[in-house]
């Protein structure tokens, strides 16, 4: 009797969660070493994460804070391929009864009353704020894609989660993602 239930199992995970890994630092473009100790020490620390500094504390980030706070101001990220390999992993998503995926699409919006001035910002309409009539706040909407599952746990994985620029907008000018339909 072996220690470690379907230790083939378990390589195979490990394999699959390395190769993951490596697709995650190649969308890393710059400050990459640091951005993905962050990342680590993000995914690692116990409890929530209330300040930076405070991760820069973590076994996970072997770096100083100078270095974390140089990664979060200059480093960058390239959300297309991102995506792409999220969409490749092998994600567990709940299923219906009949073993199909139900996906729930939705836009909200994050409302910043205080945004008048903030880059990208949109008017966002928004019901029931007053009594008598409907508003058009600032903010920014967001497409939200979550798959359900129907039974009694009402589980959900969040799938994707784009903030919509306005009308004509292409993601693909500014490298943001794609459009899918």
Do not use: K
Request: proline fraction near 5%; include cysteine; glycine fraction near 8%.
């Amino acid at each position: 009797m072996s220690s470690v239930p379907d230790p083939a199992g378990r390589v195979e995970s490990l394999r699959r969660l390395a190769g993951f890994r490596e697709e995650f630092y190649s969308c890393l473009t710059r400050r990459a070493d640091a951005l993905f100790e962050l990342t680590d020490a993000v995914s690692c620390a116990d409890g929530p994460v209330d300040s930076l500094v405070g991760l820069s504390l973590t076994a996970e980030h072997r770096r100083g804070h100078g270095a974390l706070y140089d990664a979060v101001n200059h480093g960058r990220l390239e959300l297309a391929p991102l995506r792409r390999a999220v969409a490749a992993a092998a994600l567990s998503v709940p299923l219906a009864a009949d073993r199909r995926i139900v996906l729930a699409v939705d836009v909200s919006a994050w409302l910043r009353r205080e945004a008048h001035t903030s880059p990208d910002r949109l008017y966002c309409h928004v019901t029931g704020q007053t009594r008598t009539q409907d508003q058009r706040v600032p903010g920014w909407p967001y497409s939200i894609v979550a798959a359900l599952e129907t039974g009694a746990a009402s589980w959900t994985a969040l799938l994707d989660a784009v903030r919509l620029v306005g009308p004509g907008f292409d993601h693909e000018q500014r490298g943001e993602g794609e459009r899918r339909s």
